[in-house]
């Protein structure tokens, strides 16, 4: 309990003393007080004193008690929103919206299960950030320490938001770690390679894993010392482990980016056209953009590395205590890979749809199983009727052939519309249908040009 001195200077209240009568002291586990696990996980603080003059300060400034009912309405909205503040919002939308929802494809669901662990950690870190704002303690100098500094700092948090909440992000991007390795099992032949890609793909999840399993051995019951202080060596004892599997998840994932590349050049690239640029293969060719974002991470995490075991390494001395990390540089790194998802499967469909439009593009002008050829000839809509000699007479010999050759063959079949899977490029158009109801001739068996005004050139 407060001394007469604190009392008087912190100008404690009546109504603010009263407090140590009326306040469940279930949730101060006071010093040299033993408590449980659970009791750890739903304290408020280590000091009651400190609780009762933070609240002697709240309560007098009714700002404050304003301030704090805001909060509550706005970290709810801030939570919530996490999923469209996510930088994969947008990306996977506009896959969402490309493969029209269809989520019995392997990708989409890869791509959505990749969201939705990650937003889903995002919603619950957003949501401790905002209401476990004060754990009541006593800092080394004797002086309250109230405010949560670090998440180490509160049990409730480091609980929620550590032990259960990591979860969900590294699940999630373990989730899109396989997305490299599904692109290179679809073009590796050599059951060699692709068996190494399997196993460091393995290995590079084991280690991503082990970070939210290991901070089950930080246990909220010793964040603080018996004297209800925060004890810093011992947090900092667990990061020392942390960043040596930091350094491990590095190395296996330069092991693993490396297996893919060599899988890729040997199966791909030792075949693919040599003349073509970077921006070409980077456009046309799927696994040259996954060899391109493992070649970002072999040259990019090997920095990370080095603070990494630096940061290992200057443990156990005087520079133990250097903030040298470069955690944003290192997120950059490996969010590269992710956004390669999103970049290739657009640029897939890209090229699907050029290949389509070259496709039909192409057939306009050629029927290769029977020797058509629309070389010079236009054929124009605006009259119903055609007149087959001076038609015949426009073909000229080198056509010659066609009458030959395609007669009886155009007879058995009947085209209408686009709808047919036929190469007469003129005939994919609704204006133009073929028919067999006429023997006597050949041209006017073929084309029955319905009334429309427009031209039509094949060149």
């Not at 200077?9 to 603010?16: A, E, L, W």
């Not at 020797?371 to 605006?382: A, L, T, V």
Request: proline share 2%; with cysteine.
């Amino acid at each position: 309990m407060l001394t007469n001195e604190q009392i008087e200077k912190y100008n404690i209240t009546s109504d603010s003393l009263n407090l140590y009568n009326t306040v469940n002291k279930y949730y101060f586990i006071e010093p040299g007080e033993k408590a449980d696990y659970w009791r750890w996980i739903v304290s408020k603080g280590t000091s009651l004193d400190c609780y009762v003059i933070y609240m002697n300060d709240f309560n007098k400034q009714p700002i404050m008690k304003l301030n704090a009912k805001i909060d509550i309405v706005r970290n709810i909205i801030y939570a919530f929103i996490k999923p469209v503040q996510s930088q994969f919002f947008y990306w996977t939308l506009l896959l969402l919206i490309i493969h029209k929802f269809n989520f019995k494809k392997p990708i989409m669901k890869l791509i959505l299960y990749h969201y939705v662990f990650r937003t889903l950690g995002d919603i619950v870190d957003g949501l401790c950030n905002g209401f476990i704002k004060h754990y009541f303690s006593i800092s080394a100098t004797g002086e309250c320490a109230n405010d949560i500094g670090n998440t180490e700092r509160s049990p409730l948090k480091w609980f929620i938001s550590r032990q259960i909440n990591s979860f969900f992000w590294y699940i999630g991007e373990i989730i899109g770690d396989w997305y490299p390795l599904l692109r290179t099992k679809a073009v590796a032949r050599d059951k060699s390679s692709l068996r190494y890609v399997y196993i460091t793909c393995i290995l590079f999840n084991i280690t991503k894993i082990s970070i939210p399993i290991s901070q089950f051995f930080l246990s909220p019951t010793s964040l603080y010392t018996k004297e209800g202080v925060y004890d810093n060596a011992h947090v900092e004892g667990y990061y020392n482990y942390y960043w040596f599997i930091q350094v491990a998840i590095i190395v296996a994932s330069l092991l693993y980016d490396l297996s893919v590349y060599m899988a890729l050049k040997k199966n791909l690239f030792d075949k693919s056209v040599g003349e073509f640029g970077f921006l070409k293969k980077f456009r046309t060719i799927s696994e040259y953009r996954i060899v391109v974002s493992a070649l970002i991470g072999c040259i990019g995490l090997p920095v990370s590395l080095v603070t990494a075991i630096a940061k290992v390494a200057l443990y156990n001395n005087q520079y133990k205590e250097l903030n040298f990390t470069i955690e944003d540089f290192r997120t950059v790194v490996n969010n590269v890979q992710y956004m390669m998802i999103f970049i290739d499967q657009i640029l897939l469909i890209r090229s699907k749809d050029d290949s389509t439009v070259e496709t039909y593009g192409g057939s306009n002008n050629s029927y290769n199983g029977g020797n058509m050829s629309s070389n010079g000839y236009q054929f124009s809509s605006k009259s119903n009727k055609i007149d087959s000699k001076k038609a015949m007479s426009k073909f000229g010999n080198s056509n010659s052939s066609f009458v030959n050759s395609n007669q009886n063959l155009l007879k058995n079949y009947t085209y209408s519309g686009i709808g047919n899977t036929n190469n007469f490029g003129m005939l994919n158009n609704s204006n133009y249908y073929l028919r067999n109801d006429s023997k006597d001739s050949m041209l006017e068996s073929m084309i029955d040009v319905k009334e429309n005004q427009n031209n039509w050139n094949y060149n």
